[in-house]
């Protein structure tokens, strides 16, 4: 189904609520769920999507973290789901996490668990070290940028980032997915995040998309958070599914690096030393979706940490 660029289609979950936000000399709006729970802990976390989903993909962990007592707000960054395509945008981790905690300081939140899984790590990373008084906990969900892609292969501009998000189809966005996410077995509850994907390739509102698509690609690339984990001051939780290979750039890199590249099973590990306080839980045979995957396995060991 053609999706048009807010998703004025789909129906999340949740309630929506949008955030207006004065950036960069525009008038944005933030798609975000605040989710309350009956029996409430006293303990809130904020999820952060990948970069190619959007708050929906979260509806199982939340109610499952609801059903715990956390409340649980979840946010459509700039330039994805239901928020603001602006059609020029200076992306940076710093900027995401600063439109981030203006829907915290609006719900007078000063003490949350951050969660983030992809590009949304990496995000969380940026998060946690930006204010770190307000991060109690950080949980990494098999987060993209354990590696600095821009040492291992070559830059690609913005214009080629673009000219290749034009490119994507369903068919190309499933056999992605389906090669990296799934180990080549799809299951039908998997159509659901693919559609909200793709659908966006079918809609004449497609170009701005694809174009936010490659800004925040350059943001990736060129902004690593891997020299900094050491800088983390919160207790965190690092949640590898070790089948994972996902590598930003990988067929732009020389043959010899590119099966060297993206390997979470040894990446995991790697981090977990660089992080102080850090707590790895290995996910065997899991790609890069345990969330979706393998929700049991994932959700255990997230609770715990958080309980404790």
Known sequence: MALD????????????????LKSQGQDLKMAYVDVLPSNPNGKTILLMHGKNFSIAYWEQTIKALSKEGFRVIAADQIGFGKSTKPENYQY????????????????????????GHSMGG????????SYPEMTAKL???????????????????????YQSELKNTVESYRNYQLKYYYDNTWKPQYDRWLNLLAGWTLHEDYPIVAWNAALTMDMIFTQPVVYEFGNIKCPTLLIIGTRDRTAIGRERAPKDIQSKMGLYNEL????????????LVELENVGHLPHIETFDRFIKPLTEFLQK
């Open 5 to 20: 660029k807010d998703l004025t289609t789909v129906n999340y979950p949740f309630e929506v609520k949008f955030h207006p």
């Open 268 to 279: 995991g590990k790697k981090t977990q030393k660089a992080i102080p306080n850090s707590t």
């Open 92 to 115: 940076s981790f710093q900027q995401l996490a600063h439109n981030t905690k203006s829907i915290l300081d609006s719900l007078k939140i000063n003490k949350i668990n951050v969660l």
């Open 122 to 129: 990496m995000l969380a990373t940026r998060f946690a070290l």
């Open 139 to 161: 949980i990494l969900e098999n987060p993209i940028g354990l590696e600095d892609y821009k040492t291992l292969t070559s830059y690609q501009t913005i214009d080629a980032n």
